[in-house]
């Protein structure tokens, strides 16, 4: 199809889906284990459809946007925008949703069924469209807290064992030195890396520089959620380099941390932005200043996994991302085929848009409530 077709949706659906990890997932936050979110089916007017994922968790554990704010959000205020007229390209979406505050992981769900959408209207890959060039991805894995040491190590044994590149485990204040000191032991020469979701404060100076002792590729986001000036602090006094997660929400999030020095990684997640196009903006601006980024996760389903897939074929995506297949996650994804991994890697699919079919009947199994807005 042309590309100067303009993307116009004509309907979109709203799946909501309920779907049962197969481990709960354990962070310095609590744990979870059933994940309620939502499914975007875009309808466009020649009929292809494009398909986004809300990655927003049922309570505002990790950022302030949950399952409920974000229905709220599309429902009454951007899906209206969206469907009121036209866009000539997906970039154009985050414009017009310029005019609402925030609430990314709302933005992002819509705007990634407009990307997909678009790049199957161009019968290329979504990878392709967002100008990535990689043919396969290195991935690593992220391990919630465990009740015990052993079940730790015998989990990072079985990963390690699968072929993933790297192993992020989750710390928090008595879950930290102590676990990552024992873990070298077993595994003194893994890729390993320690994220706190926000557990610490500069109080933890001391602590935190400990870790210095165990060459760890990063620490994620130890100090507050919204925080760049601590960071900045603490960066100066740890060797380890820092990774923002929660802390950068925006490119000029990530233009200020950089600028400040508050950190020597940035996590890109797709959601936490606001969507694809700023997660490429802030892609770029990284590639430039020579910082080194990788794709979060948010333990998605299928969808959600593609369009990380696609964005990690970026060129500055040098460091293996969160994305591990879907049987790390779910008894049944909800594409076909499932995303696997090889020795580590993700072969990336040259099928057009997120290159994945929606399996209808799995999708009806999850899900528990469908809206349409036309
Ligand atoms: O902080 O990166 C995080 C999961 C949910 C919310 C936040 C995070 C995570 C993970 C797991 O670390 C990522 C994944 O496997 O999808
Ligand atoms: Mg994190």
Redesign the pocket.
Known sequence: MNHLQPIQIKEIILHKLMMRLKAP?S?SFGTFQDKEFFVIEAIGESGLIGWGESVA?SSPW?TEETVKTSEHMMEDFLIPLLLKKPVNHPDEVSERFLPIRRNNMAKAALEGAVWDLYSKQLGIPLSKALGGTKKEIDVG??I?IQDSMEDLVQLIEGYVEEGYKRV?V?IKPGWDVEVIKELRKYFPNLPLMA?A?SAYTLKDIELLKQLDEYDLLMI??PLAHDDIVDHAILQKEVKTPICL??SITSFDDARKAVEMGSCKII?I?IGRVGGLTEAKKIHDYCKQKGIAVWC?????AGIGRAHNIALTTLDQFILPG???GSS??WERDIINPEVTVHKGQIIVSDNSGIGYEVDREVLRRYTVETKIFK
Do not use: H, I, P
């Open positions: 997932f962070t968790f990790y894995v992220s919630g992020k989750k994220d979701n994620e986001q997660d929660e996590n997640k979060g996760g948010m333990l998605e969160d994305t591990a790390r996650y």
